[in-house]
């Protein structure tokens, strides 16, 4: 048993069943024994690979996104550039080195990352300590001013509830304790009454108010101030009913109340909640588009190409191989999904489809 699920075991002892997005916020940030509280999960030895770990081609049309966008915006100077949940900084040193080949762009920015772990945080003060970022625990902790702000596999991992249908109703679905083992299991809570209910007819409904309170936040910002966003993040472009948590260690899938702090937990984003909220809160939303084919509109292949100029044929092989499983719709290439939430008067940013 893991140090946190005994500590959870003690509480729900003690109080009674937790809601999935309190299991699912603790099992990650929990202070001591949060699972991205203690460790780097990235890479081949760790959990999972992200596609900034994958190519820097990734990072390099993201960079090269938010340079396009930032003179055609006004060239605000300084600009913040603003990274949520940056991983090990791999994503950030790509697009800040494709982006210094816009002129002006690299003296432009000042780069601002939001960041729970604190030994991520280390990785990212190693990785970018030359361009002097400046951390923050939360969104709303942001200075104001115009932002571009970019998120990879960052809205998959904010806490969701689940609910379950019931005869003519929708209960909370809980995490509590099995009577025979003791161990943690999920029951059946209060009902609830569900504002905007799934339309579908499926027997779990999940949904984050994180989620839709950061995008909240954020278009605030950018409405005050000016700015984008840019999500890329795996999930649903309709909302409606299915179980997407899931919990990932060493690369396999484990039962998610297994190793509570040990394995990684994500759930499947909503692009058709995110998408409302952030009209709803007065910002234009271009998207979503599939991974793939934004990266081949803002010139992936090319960059390839490129970088596979006078290499030997393991190290052209090696990008190849990356770029494939970047853009391949069999591999992340449609799995991953794209959105752009802008300041109504911002230009059009590149690689998405019509704006509304
Ligand atoms: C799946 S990793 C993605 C890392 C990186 N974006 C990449 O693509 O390699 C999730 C990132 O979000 C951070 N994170 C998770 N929950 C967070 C929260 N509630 N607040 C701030 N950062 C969080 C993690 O520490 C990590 O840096």
């Given amino acids: 048993m893991t140090p946190l699920a005994r500590l959870l075991r003690e509480r729900i002892a003690q109080d009674g069943p937790i809601t999935v997005d309190t299991f699912m916020r603790e099992a990650l940030t929990h202070p001591q024994f949060g699972y991205y509280m203690t460790r780097n999960p990235l890479g081949r030895a760790g959990d999972f690979v992200t596609a900034p770990e994958v190519s820097q081609i990734f990072g390099e049309m993201i960079g090269l996104w938010c340079a396009d966008l930032w003179p055609r915006a006004g060239a605000p100077r300084p600009v913040n550039l603003v990274e949520l949940g940056p991983g090990r900084g791999t994503l ?12 002006g762009f690299g003296d432009a920015v000042q780069v601002h ?34 932002s571009i702000v970019v998120a990879n596999e960052f809205f998959d991992a904010l806490p969701v509830r689940q609910f379950v249908r019931q005869a003519d109703a929708w209960a909370e679905r809980c ?5 025979d083992s003791g161990g943690l299991a999920f029951v059946t809570g209060p009902v609830v009454d569900l504002a905007d ?9 999940e949904r984050s108010a994180v989620a839709e309170a950061v995008m909240q936040g954020l278009v605030e910002r950018l409405r ?9 993040d795996y999930g649903h472009v309709q909302d409606g009913c299915g179980e997407t948590l ?16 040990e394995a990684d937990l994500t759930a499947h984003v909503s692009f058709a909640r995110l998408s409302a909220a952030a009209r709803a809160f007065g910002a234009r939303v271009c998207g979503p588009a599939d991974q793939g084919v934004f990266l081949r509109r803002l ?8 970088l596979c100029r006078g290499k030997d044929e393991a190290t052209r092989r090696d990008l190849v191989a990356g770029l494939r499983r970047l853009i391949d ?19 059009a940013p590149d690689g998405l489809d019509a704006c509304s």
């Fill in 92 to 103: 950030m040193a790509d697009a800040l080195r494709a982006g210094a080949a816009v002129p």
């Fill in 224 to 232: 005050a101030s000016g700015g984008a966003l840019l999500m890329v």
């Fill in 197 to 205: 209910p799934p339309i579908d007819s499926g027997d779990v409904y």
């Fill in 113 to 146: 990352l939001v960041e729970a772990s604190p030994v991520l945080r280390e990785y990212q003060a190693r990785m970018l300590g030359a361009h002097r970022p400046t951390w923050h625990g939360d969104v709303d902790d942001l200075p104001d001013g115009p």
């Fill in 329 to 347: 719709p069999t591999q992340m290439g449609t799995m991953f999904k794209v959105l752009a939430v802008t300041h109504p008067d911002w230009p």
């Fill in 246 to 261: 899931q919990a990932v260690r060493a690369h396999e899938r484990v039962p998610v109340l297994a190793a509570p702090g």
């Fill in 175 to 179: 995490v509590g304790l099995d009577p």
């Fill in 299 to 306: 010139g992936a292949e090319a960059r390839a190409a490129a």
